[in-house]
């Protein structure tokens, strides 16, 4: 039986998101004001603006007035994740990882979906979406993505109610169960397309160290980004890739501690070329 080791980041990313969808419901169901709005638009201690920055752009290509606080907030959240935590969003914070993490386990413990399996569509389609989205709130005038996007129902269900958004959640969770693995996340969600395009120069990275590496690959399976990982057996080497979610699969599955969290910048003696 896998030790709790094996688990210890999607525990912690359990916890994070569950805890940052209880300070939404009590800022919702009692007045906290530690968070109070949804992940679209929200307030931080009664004091800072959040807002996510995709829904911002969308905004801006309404041609609607878009308020200052909705700047800001979408500001505040791009440097946050552009600059210090990567594409972090995705793994550790957004509700529908959980729905798409259970329909991969069941999927692989059935065996309908395997790990080296053929993508059905190609994981650029998620930026072909990112345009589409733009250019519908262009023609529009209605933020296209927010209309229709699983993320915000799911997220705006649980902590105000859950109408029909049900059936667009349970559409991408069978998406993932039968289709793709990490389907929905990792080939056709424009935001984290948008976190991938603007997350390439952040600080915190998961780190290869070459010397420790047995070449098992577990790392290449589980991850649901695997091309974020050519370093693999080549160089001791930060993952460079903006579309790594952080979510630290692959340090939890790598029994050779090859694979650990560190910052983007390497000593001098690693900066080396993979042949």
Known sequence: MPSMRGYRFMFFRRISQTAIIGLFLGGHLLGWQVLQGNLSSSWLLHTVPLADPFAVLQMFATRHVVATEALIGGLIIALFFGLLAGRSFCSWVCPLNMVTDAAGWLGEKAGLIHPGKSPVISRKTRYGVIGVSLAVSLSTGLAAFEWISPIAMLHRGIIFGMGMGWTLVLAVFFFDLFVQRD????????????????????????????????????????CPEQQVLPMIGQISSAVTSGECTNCGRCIEVCNDHAMKFGIRFSPAKQRTRIA
């Open 183 to 222: 389907g929905f996340c990792g080939h056709l969600c424009p935001l984290g397309g948008f976190y991938a395009l603007i997350t390439g120069f952040s600080l915190i990275r998961i780190r290869h160290d070459k010397e420790k590496c047995t070449l098992c690959r577990k790392c290449l399976d589980i």
